[in-house]
């Protein structure tokens, strides 16, 4: 099997991504550098704790050829390609339905990065491209057009998210912290909104986004604090 | 036939399980048995699957269950229970909106949340062919397929938890546009078709895993 180290960690990625939760059912797929010339990536419509390597499909960057797997390639071939070679410094790009940034998604607007660390990891603000469906040439190339050299995450409305990087750890590392500044983001809305939301959602939106923000806590704690200041 | 569904129906358990999806009293899962009038059914506290006919269970908590497949001759799996999330829903007690294209093309509408002893609200939402129902404060999700009925409770999940955030954080929200839940809805529909033509033939769907 050619390719087979780069496919076996799509794999262990999957799963990975799977267990945090990123990807619901089969939606989201991860598409890694092979070669300068090749990109492997998931099958289409594949349950990801039943995927093996062999299930892995390996295209070719220029026109998406399929060289190697068993399997269809991911519909979403198309975007991952398109990045990939716009972003030259990167070998590693996820695409996932993590619900607190698809959550964001549906707000149709760019995210800017408040926290110091995320921003490192992120970009100052990520922007969200306008809706088109799965799959399609379009929502392609409009991931493609928003991509720039200081940006490693980019939301796709009322879809999700796709986060880039030189390797999968990174990836996966901007997955998580875009999950982490788009909880951020929903804490200090939630927590600001006391007397107009049902007690029980909002304790239990609170209760859900607290534990996704680590140390960045309390700098938007003092966010709040100071905002709350100005208020009054 | 028989032993195939309690391997599928154990593996479905597992995942779900597994998933914080099934395990609470109260919640109840089963498969259709093809080319038989009945459904294997699991609770948490009733680990063996028992097998039950479609026109009586004797069980309050399977009747549900019967009265689906009665009624969904594409029902492959059903899934009966309260998580977080759809007793948040039921809580805001809106319509939940299609927000997301695999949502439209797997689970289609949901609805307002239906109040507990509404049984024909109920009937009327599940017979026109959806997926997911919040009936009180629980959540029934259907499945044509073993597989389906796990991806379509993950992928509700998902949903529910991206919408009952971004309700709570008070920003307008942007629905999925109508023309895509247009198509989607006709993608599913006829998925439904397939699937009840299957059961009615005797075989498990196949094809009905994908994304779209």
């Known amino acids: 099997m050619k390719f087979q180290a780069t496919r076996e960690l799509i794999v262990r990625t999957c799963i990975e991504l799977a267990d945090r939760g990123y990807l619901a059912a089969t939606g989201g797929n991860v598409a890694l550098l092979a070669d300068q010339e090749h990109f492997a990536i998931t099958p289409s419509a594949t349950d990801y704790y039943a995927m093996s390597a062999a299930d892995v499909c390996v295209l070719r960057l220029s026109d998406q050829r399929q060289v190697e797997g068993e399997r269809e390639a991911s519909v979403e071939a198309g975007l991952h390609a398109k990045i990939l070679s716009a972003r030259s410094d990167c070998g590693a790009c996820i695409h996932t339905h993590q619900p607190i940034a698809s959550a964001y998604t549906l707000l149709a607007k760019p995210l800017e990065v408040r926290d110091r660390a995320r921003e490192a990891l992120l970009g100052r603000s990520i922007p969200c491209v306008g809706y088109s469906p799965s799959g399609t040439a379009l929502l392609a190339r409009r991931v493609a057009r928003a991509a720039r050299p200081d940006t490693h995450a980019y939301l796709m409305r009322n879809h999700g998210a796709v986060c880039i990087g030189k390797d999968v750890t990174e990836a996966m590392t901007r997955v998580a912290a875009l999950e982490s500044e788009c909880a951020s983001f929903f804490l200090m809305r939630t927590r600001a909104r006391s007397g107009e939301l049902d007690q029980s959602v909002r304790a239990l939106v609170i209760q859900t986004l607290r534990p996704l923000l680590g140390d960045a806590l309390t700098r938007f704690d003092d966010v709040i604090t100071s905002e709350s200041k100005k208020a009054s | ?212």
């Open chain 2, 1 to 212: 036939m028989i032993d195939e569904v309690v391997d599928l129906l154990r593996n479905d358990e597992a995942r779900l399980r597994a998933g914080a999806l099934f395990g609470d009293p109260g919640d109840s899962l089963s498969l259709r048995i093809p080319g038989r009038e009945e459904f294997l059914f699991v609770t948490p506290e009733r680990c063996d699957p028992t097998t039950f006919l479609f026109e009586t269970t004797g069980l309050e908590s399977a009747d549900l269950h019967a009265k689906i497949y009665r009624s969904r001759k594409d029902a492959g799996g059903v899934l009966i229970g309260q998580t977080p999330w759809s007793t948040a829903l039921a809580s805001i007690g809106a319509r939940v909106p299609t927000l997301f294209d695999e949502q439209a093309r797997h689970i289609g509408s949901a609805g307002k949340p239906i109040a507990l002893g509404r049984h024909a609200q109920l009937w009327r939402a599940l017979e026109d062919g959806r997926n997911v129902a919040i009936y009180g404060d629980r959540r029934i999700c259907i499945g044509t397929t073993p597989n389906r009925v796990v991806f379509n409770a993950e992928l509700f999940e998902k949903c529910a938890k991206a919408f009952v955030i971004a309700h709570a954080g008070g920003d307008g929200i942007r629905k999925l546009p109508a023309w895509v839940r247009h198509i989607a809805g006709a993608r599913l529909r006829k998925d439904q078709k397939r699937a009840a033509l299957s059961y009615a033939l005797g075989r498990m769907p196949e094809g009905m895993d994908g994304y779209f």
